[in-house]
């Protein structure tokens, strides 16, 4: 069978996308490895219009419904390759192959990593990269977030319900990448403790992280380490296709159009500079429009 559309991922932007494009009647696939994408690991969402507050769980399973309504078909993996052949492009996950006319790129990005000696052998052993994730199994520790960001902010602020201590490590002065609400509220409680102008340089520890090293001399005796300083968009996959990118990032038109017929992107994969759920939902509804009127042309042509 060949599909009008096949988004790769389903985080807000490829489900968003795919809300769209059932809605334009559009034979759609959607193929991603987990449903949500990274919003499943936000602890409170604050900021999408109509919510005052909700969890990244609850998003995820309400998004998730209303794409189960629309009958969208959702396969569960990996994509590997997208090959060109003629006018359709043929994506393969383990050994089967999907063919569609229009493809939106929708992969999102990944957790950056510090790059320290250690640091993958420590990952559940005291190291990690999702607070929501983790935070309960360190009811009455002492914890360290290393990062400025909003998900650094809020990451350390939910191990506040939880440890006894949450120093945040991070390399600038301020927290000038981050909203103020989160940075007040941070500032606001007794539990966490900013070290600016600091980065960690060794990560201590036998079987178990016990604690970390920072370039100003001092030592922090830690049970849990999390890692919240960026991300790096999953580009890997598209890499023989001649997409063009702008600092890694895949560069889109207004349209989300990239370079390559056929091929639109949208969310975090991306070259807007505001990676939110907002922007990702936005970028998705216009590239599943685009696709849709771009099929819509050639079909009358
Ligand atoms: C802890 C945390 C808290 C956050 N809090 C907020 C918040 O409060 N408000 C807000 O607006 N934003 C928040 N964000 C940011 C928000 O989650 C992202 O901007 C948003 O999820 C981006 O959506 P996306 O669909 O572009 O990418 P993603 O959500 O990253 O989804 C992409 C999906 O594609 C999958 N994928 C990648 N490669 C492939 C492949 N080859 N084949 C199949 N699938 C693939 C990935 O596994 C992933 O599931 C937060 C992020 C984090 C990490």
């Not at 795919?18 to 490895?33: D, F, Q």
């Not at 209303?66 to 396969?75: D, F, G, S």
Request: proline share 1%; glycine share 8%; net charge neutral.
């Amino acid at each position: 069978m060949i599909y009008d559309l096949i988004i790769i991922g389903a985080g807000p932007a490829g489900l968003t996308a795919a809300i769209y494009a059932a809605r334009y009647k559009m034979n759609v696939l959607v193929i991603g490895e987990q449903i949500g994408g990274m919003v499943s690991e936000a602890h409170e969402i604050c900021n999408f219009p109509t919510y005052k507050k909700i969890t990244g769980t609850e998003f995820t399973k309400k998004l998730k419904e209303q794409v189960e309504n629309l009958k969208v078909e959702i396969i569960y993996g990996v994509v590997t390759s997208i090959e060109k052949i003629d006018s359709l492009y043929t994506l393969k996950i383990n050994l089967k192959e999907y063919s569609a006319k229009k493809i939106i790129l929708a992969m999102g990005s990944e957790k950056r990593k510090l790059g320290l000696e250690n640091e993958s052998k420590f990952v559940g052993k005291g190291v990690s990269y999702c607070a929501t994730c983790d935070a309960s199994f360190f009811k009455n520790k002492v914890v360290g977030v290393i990062g400025g960001s909003n998900s650094a902010l809020t990451a350390a602020l939910l191990l506040s319900k939880f440890a006894d201590k949450v120093y945040i490590i991070y390399r600038q002065d301020n927290f000038f990448r981050a909203e103020k609400m989160w940075v007040e509220e941070v500032e606001n409680n007794d539990k966490i403790k900013t070290i600016f102008n600091s980065n960690v340089t060794e990560l201590k520890g036998n079987n178990v992280l016990e604690g970390v090293k920072l370039d100003n001399g001092q030592e922090l005796k830690l049970d849990g380490l999390f890692i919240e300083i960026g991300s790096i968009p999953n580009v890997k996959l598209i890499e023989s296709l001649g997409i063009e990118l702008e600092k890694n990032y895949i560069k889109t038109d207004e349209k989300q159009r990239t370079n390559l017929k056929g091929i639109f992107a949208a969310g975090d994969i991306t070259n807007n500079p505001l990676k939110q759920i907002i922007t990702a939902c936005a970028e998705g509804a216009i590239a599943a429009n685009s696709a849709h009127l771009e099929l819509n042309s050639e079909k009358n042509s």
